[in-house]
């Protein structure tokens, strides 16, 4: 069974109260790993822009990581792309790639679709 840290965030009111809310992501990314029979290990959420990496909960997920990277298989986190993919995204998977994550898997949401 793979070790799964999951990541939800949201940077706005509107993204926090509609759409693809931190519940929302948080159910989906678990029923995901329920139906690949991965193993949540630890829940990280934040509700702070993604313009900096000054954010409380990341910054927690990067500690842990660092600490328990050996037993750590995969990385799920939610990206809201309504503007497109931004470069934050791709700082992600570096972060991650940086810290020896295995693996990182980025879901990517996007309003109008």
């Known amino acids: 069974m793979k070790n799964v840290i999951i990541y939800t965030r949201v940077s706005t009111d509107e993204q926090a109260n509609t759409g693809f809310s931190l519940r929302h992501q948080e159910e989906a990314l678990r029923r995901y790993c329920e139906i690949k029979g ?9 509700d702070f822009s993604a313009k900096t990496f000054n954010r ?7 500690e842990y990581v660092k600490r328990n990277n050996k ?6 986190f939610v990206i809201a792309a309504d ?5 934050q995204t791709i700082e992600h998977f570096q972060i991650l790639e940086l810290l020896k994550v295995k693996k990182s898997i ?3 949401t996007k309003k109008d679709m």
Do not use: A, C, R
């Not at 991965?38 to 934040?46: A, M, P, R, T």
């Not at 037993?71 to 799920?76: A, K, P, R, T, Y």
């Open 38 to 46: 991965y193993k949540v290990v630890n829940h990280f959420q934040d």
């Open 71 to 76: 037993s750590i298989d995969l990385v799920l």
């Open 106 to 108: 980025i879901v990517i």
């Open 56 to 62: 409380p909960e990341w910054t927690k997920l990067s």
């Open 83 to 87: 503007e497109g993919i931004m470069p």
